[in-house]
């Protein structure tokens, strides 16, 4: 961009945005498109990111401090105009400007494409990391990749999953900068060769990472740092001789082979995939960051002993677990370190977030891929498993077993640090995935409860709301978000009732007519009941449906009976590969088509399912919801997050005692928390119990007509597997739990109709959930785990 299209200092950012509308877009005012619009204003409010970053940057380098490194497979960071102009204190000055041409500045706003650079809570946890470490002034980098497609989008044909390709980057973009003069060379496969006493890696295929940055600012643009994404590309663009010789196709094969690595975002969220084109993405972006994180240290200083004062390298699960061979590779092999001192630094900077138990989503690959994909890695991985055996020769655990690599193991080796994402979570990884390895290494292990950020998922999502609160206690809350404490005698004052139902009514208004424009009405003033998480067997959607099923079936027996009015609304994609739950949502689907139909319920009951889940979606979804269902399987969910980001706007919680549910009952109190279920260990000792499922679906006659209803066909299909598999070994235990949650629901019902009772329930969800802000996470990193000390500019 030329230096005269860069607004001057002193402008207005009403100048600037008409100068970008101009200079760099090439457009007049009069015949601008939404998009024009959104590009000019996010361009403006980007030069205004520059300065903070450059300072940011120069302060993180005259310090001489840690740095702080979070690698990622996924940042779900969705929309971030919005993000940067609330951060930036500009969305004043942008409505006005927009309102002044008769345009609405949220509707200028909602144009930017979701970058849905990630499946779900952990993509997302990566995403709020990154602001609050902005906000906090901790100085880091997010590495990750540039997918081109990011999570599928999703529709529906007939109530099933439809998969689309998701193409944010064909969209105008306005938020990175490539560096060209950042990139490295990744290598693949080939062999490993001796030569005097150097070990020497010979890849056989390499392919070029190219650095893209996006600045990320924070709160009141304290600080900023930088999202590096890596995008794949060809050593050779074109093959001009295969061209020359006629053959197109041929000619175009090494360019498109190389940037397949940095094509899709694998859409399996908890569920195993272990593809090697997996693989190869995760070491090409692990190697790329590593190399850069190098090359910035050794900008620096001369003594690769000192980086673990200077580099913490926190790994997002074991999607990038291969930082710890790699590094050691490069310590070794390039930079002549011995092999144990390499392990101990290594050790030194690396951290490992465990962020699921499932054992299908514990990542292992097979001796043969690994040997043929990263020759070298394989031995050192073998020659870390060696010397961890001979340090604890009574081990009773593997890093290489049953022909499998296996990742979890080998992170936890290579990390001074683990940790779990809730207390539960953390408690329950000592005593199953890892107890031998806590054994061996006790201390190791440390809690770190998820958060979110209070920025997007209170101020930004929630306005009303906010200027609320903001009018009560001043906006000290934003960066402070226990100061929400302050609202909690305000409970009691029933004209600041009356604001925050008035704000929770008009959130509802504005998603009804959102729901409305997709083709279902609904009366704003039923309640508000939401699921939206990735579809997964042990999230339970099924048994929310279930329930619902129920609940229609007694209100059209009694259709005068004194029914709670209520909008049950799901929202999620399923793995395109995960056939069950793309049942469930055919499920929910079909049924929502049947009640939404009846005329005898259907001023009494409504099912809602809006495609195509994102961040967009949730942000509109969050704020309007009264009810959260928080319902997995207990012992499964390590954490969830949705969960706090409704408490946090007056949603009151039906849920089990699991991952941060636990943490959240404990703060906003039991009486304001609708508690049912089965504990993780009742659950595991359920799941002995001969024939469990039978004996909880003949012991609970609504359960059994819910599903007879289903067995036949009244919501068209008969949906068999889901009716097998609840009758069969229902390891998810929706049988055994249904009889609890039903109380549990019929319960909350009755609280509900207390609307002054209700709302007080609500303000103090609000107010005593300031402790999951991610900003309190991001801290306890930085004090436990990473040693980095805050910054500021
Ligand atoms: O409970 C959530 C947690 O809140 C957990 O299921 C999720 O991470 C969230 C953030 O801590 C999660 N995602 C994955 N594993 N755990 C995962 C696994 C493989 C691929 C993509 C995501």
């Not at 793995?575 to 739950?581: R, S």
């Not at 009952?665 to 928390?673: H, I, Q, S, T, W």
Request: net charge negative; aromatic share 10%; hydrophobic share 40%.
């Amino acid at each position: 961009m030329k230096d005269m299209t860069i607004p001057r200092p002193g402008d207005t950012l009403a100048d600037a945005i008409r100068q970008h509308l101009k200079f760099s877009l090439g457009k007049s005012s009069d015949v601008a498109t939404l998009t024009d619009w959104r590009m000019a204003l996010s361009l403006a409010v980007r030069d205004r990111i520059v300065d903070p970053w450059f300072a940011s940057t120069r302060a993180a380098y005259d310090k001489q401090g840690k740095r702080v490194y979070y690698l990622s497979m996924e940042f779900l960071i969705g929309r971030l105009l919005e993000d940067a102009t609330v951060n930036l204190g500009l969305m004043d000055e942008v409505t006005e400007f927009f309102q002044s041409r008769g345009l609405d500045a949220r509707k200028v706003m909602q144009d930017e494409p979701d970058a849905a650079l990630g499946n779900g809570g952990l993509g997302r946890l990566a995403a709020c990391f990154l602001e609050s470490m902005s906000t906090v002034g901790c100085p880091a980098y997010g590495y990750g990749i540039r997918y081109e497609h990011g999570l599928f989008r999703q529709s529906f044909d007939r109530g099933r999953q439809m998969e689309g390709p998701e193409d944010w980057l064909t969209e105008a973009h306005a938020w990175e900068y490539e560096r060209t003069e950042a990139q490295y060379r990744i290598g693949f496969g080939g062999q490993v060769k001796q030569l005097g006493d150097r070990t020497v890696w010979q890849p056989a295929e390499t392919v070029l990472a190219r650095a893209y940055d996006t600045p990320m600012i924070g709160w009141q643009g304290r600080w900023a740092n930088t999202l590096r994404l890596w995008s794949a590309r060809p050593e050779t663009v074109f093959d001009l001789g295969r061209f020359n010789a006629g053959d197109y196709y041929g000619a175009a094969e090494p360019e498109n082979l190389a940037r397949t690595i940095s094509r899709v975002l694998y859409p399996d969220d908890t569920t195993e995939d272990g593809k090697r084109l997996r693989l190869k993405q995760e070491f090409f972006f692990t190697a790329a960051s590593l190399r850069d994180i190098l090359r910035r240290f050794d900008s620096e200083y001369d003594d690769l002993k000192l980086l673990p004062e200077k580099v913490a390298i926190q790994l997002n699960d074991t999607h990038p677990a291969i930082a710890g061979p790699e590094l050691v590779r490069l310590l070794v092999d390039e930079k002549g370190m011995a092999f144990e001192d390499a392990v101990t630094v290594a050790q030194g900077c690396l951290g490992y977030t465990n962020h699921t138990l499932l054992p299908e989503a514990l990542e292992r690959w097979s001796v043969k891929l690994m040997t043929d994909l990263l020759p070298r890695h394989m031995q050192i991985i073998e020659m870390i498993d060696a010397m961890h055996k001979n340090a604890h020769p009574d081990r009773k655990v593997e890093m290489i077993g049953g022909g499998d690599v296996q990742m979890g193991p080998i992170a936890f080796f290579m990390a001074h640090k683990v940790n779990g994402v809730s207390a539960l979570h953390t408690e329950l990884m000592k005593e199953t995935v890892f107890a031998e390895l806590n054994r061996l290494h006790p201390n190791r292990i440390v809690n770190e409860t998820n958060g979110i950020t209070p920025r997007r998922w209170v101020l930004g999502a929630n306005p009303r709301l906010s200027r609320l609160v903001t009018d009560a206690i001043g906006d000290g809350w934003v960066d402070d978000l226990e100061r929400l404490q302050e609202i909690e005698p305000l409970a009691d004052d029933s004209s600041f009732r009356d604001a925050y139902d008035a704000a929770k009514r008009a959130n509802k208004a504005d998603l009804a007519a959102y729901l409305g424009q997709r083709g279902l009405s609904v009366d704003p003033d039923a309640m508000f009941d939401v699921q939206i998480k990735r579809i997964h067997e042990y999230k339970r959607q099924h048994l929310n449906i279930l329930q619902t099923i129920a609940l229609w079936q007694e209100m059209k027996d009694a259709p005068q009976g004194n029914w709670l009015p209520q909008v049950k609304i799901f929202a999620g994609k399923a793995a395109p590969g995960y056939v069950f739950a793309k049942e469930i949502i055919h499920l929910i689907n079909a049924v929502a088509e049947v009640i939404n139909a009846d005329p005898d319920t259907s001023h009494l009951l409504k099912v809602a399912y809006p495609a195509n889940y994102n961040v967009s979606l949730a942000e509109r979804l969050i704020p309007a919801a009264e009810v959260s269902q928080q319902i997995s399987t207990a012992g499964k969910e390590a954490s969830g997050t949705g969960n706090m980001k409704f408490a946090l706007n007056g949603a009151l919680t039906i849920g089990t005692l699991d991952g941060a549910n636990v943490e959240i009952r404990e703060l906003v109190g039991a009486e304001n928390f609708f508690l049912f279920g089965m504990t993780a260990p009742e659950v595991v000792a359920r799941r002995e119990v001969a024939e469990h499922a039978k004996k909880a679906i003949a012991a609970d006659p609504r359960l059994k007509r819910a599903m007879d209803a289903i067995e036949a066909g009244i919501f068209g299909e008969r949906f068999p597997s889901i009716i097998e598999n609840l009758m069969g070994h229902d390891y998810f235990c929706v049988t055994s739990d249904f009889s609890d949650y039903w109380r549990a629901s019929r319960e909350l019902e009755v609280a509900y109709r207390d609307r002054a009772e209700w709302t007080r329930m609500a303000i103090l969800n609000t107010a005593r959930s300031g402790w999951f802000s991610s900003d309190r996470t991001i801290r306890g990193y930085m004090a436990d785990i990473w040693g980095a000390e805050a910054l500021t500019i």
